[in-house]
């Protein structure tokens, strides 16, 4: 279905009920920031296998991202964005009813496949029911729930947690999950164009081990033995995993993720700086209400709190951000962005247990205000490349 085929009314209920469900998405990659030490608490274990509720759900939905791409070329749009939100409240209700580590682990298993398809799936529809002027604008809005709402999520969800106790996090995602699963049965339609390419195992096997191995290796260089068997064993497992997948790419007629996208220079560049600003932006979100609990002593709810300004600057300056991309282009906004970024990250690698708490507060804000421009510099690289190869651009 072209962009000319969707009626305005229908093209703006499309585009908030995915701005509303991708919030929700979002949120719970790092709603349970603020909860770890509540399940620590309620479960009797320990705070580092609680923060794999948390890794684990990076790493799931690090692996379907890519995949995303098959799903998106192969099943019509209105099945698979159903599907997928089936899934995610799905996962909910399995936290919900959760007794166990395990159980809670499953849940979250779903609720990440979902949000890896949505995360790239939205991108491709928005861009294909808009015009090429707008994208900068429509989905500088749609960054409020990439940027935005993982910043803002510990703090409603210390909020719910003092009042309902751990599971009190998931109670407003899943609320509204459920809305807009009957907001898409009455009103999405099929958008992208769908053919029947082939599920390539092997290629989906090889991006496992690569994101499953590096995320490991990654996570063991932070532990007290970065150099032992379980951080060397998973990276090896992780560069052979990418070395095995890229080749198999290159090679095959179809590809389950087109990487030779990576040959323009501008696509490319965005990647790099997206990834770059995610890694931050999510770093932050998911560490410090953790840090102002264990080293400054806060309730979830207060440190749900220091987190809001980042939220805030995020969510006012990620509409803007788009507008400025659409009128004056990605080169000067991005210059000066990553200046701000690279002096708040500077300013939080010397923050300590004795620095005043309005530090961490303020350099956190300016992260926020810097996380703006993540989805103004996806839309320039994926508006360089051509409209059919979207689905493997935004995964």
């Known amino acids: 279905m072209s962009l000319f085929e969707v009626t305005d009314r229908k093209r703006k209920i499309i585009f908030l009920n995915i701005v509303v469900i991708c919030t929700a998405t979002s949120m719970m990659s790092t709603a349970l920031a603020t909860a770890i030490p509540s399940i620590s608490a309620a479960l009797d274990i320990s705070d580092s296998l609680t923060q794999w509720l948390t890794s684990g759900y990076m790493l799931v939905m690090g692996v379907m991202m890519p995949a995303s791409a098959f799903f998106v070329k192969r099943f019509p749009t209105k099945a698979l964005y159903t599907a997928t939100v089936l899934t995610f409240i799905v996962g909910m209700v399995i936290d ?14 779903f609720q990440a496949a979902a949000n890896g398809i949505l995360m790239s799936m939205a991108q491709v529809v928005l861009m294909t029911i808009y015009v090429k002027e707008r994208h900068g604008t429509v989905l500088g809005w749609y960054g409020l729930s990439m940027s935005a709402a993982p910043i803002v999520a510990p703090t409603i969800a210390g909020v719910m947690i003092n009042l309902f106790g ?63 068997i379980m951080t060397i064993v998973p990276l090896a497992i992780g560069v052979v995993g990418a070395a095995m997948f890229i080749r198999r790419q290159l090679r095959i007629e179809k590809p389950f993720l087109e990487l030779r996208l990576f040959g323009n220079r501008q696509f490319a560049l965005s990647v790099l700086c997206g990834m770059l600003y995610y890694v931050v932006v999510m770093g932050y979100s998911i560490m410090m209400p953790v840090c102002y609990q264990k080293c400054y002593g806060y309730d979830p ?42 002096a708040a990250c500077a300013g939080m690698a010397v923050v300590g247990v004795d620095s005043n708490i309005i530090i961490p507060v303020l350099l956190g804000s300016i992260i926020g205000i810097s996380g703006c421009m993540v989805m103004p510099m996806t839309t320039w690289g994926v508006n360089s490349v051509e409209a059919v190869h979207r689905p493997d651009a935004t995964a």
């Open 301 to 342: 709810a207060m440190s749900g709190l220091f987190i809001l300004p980042s939220a805030l600057f995020c969510a006012i300056m990620s509409p803007i951000a788009g507008r400025i991309y659409d009128a004056h282009g990605i080169r000067k906004p991005m210059i000066v962005n990553m200046a701000f970024c690279l």
């Open 96 to 109: 919900l009813l959760a007794q166990d580590f395990m159980t809670l682990m499953v849940g979250r298993i």
């Open 166 to 228: 751990w599971r009190g996090a998931f109670y407003l995602p899943l609320i509204i999950a459920v809305i807009s699963l009957v907001i898409t049965l009455a009103s999405m339609v099929d958008i992208v164009d769908v053919s029947k390419v082939p599920f390539d195992v092997a290629s989906f096997v090889t991006c496992a081990m690569m994101f499953g191995g590096l995320t490991l290796g990654i996570s063991g260089l932070t532990t007290s033995d970065p150099l032992g």
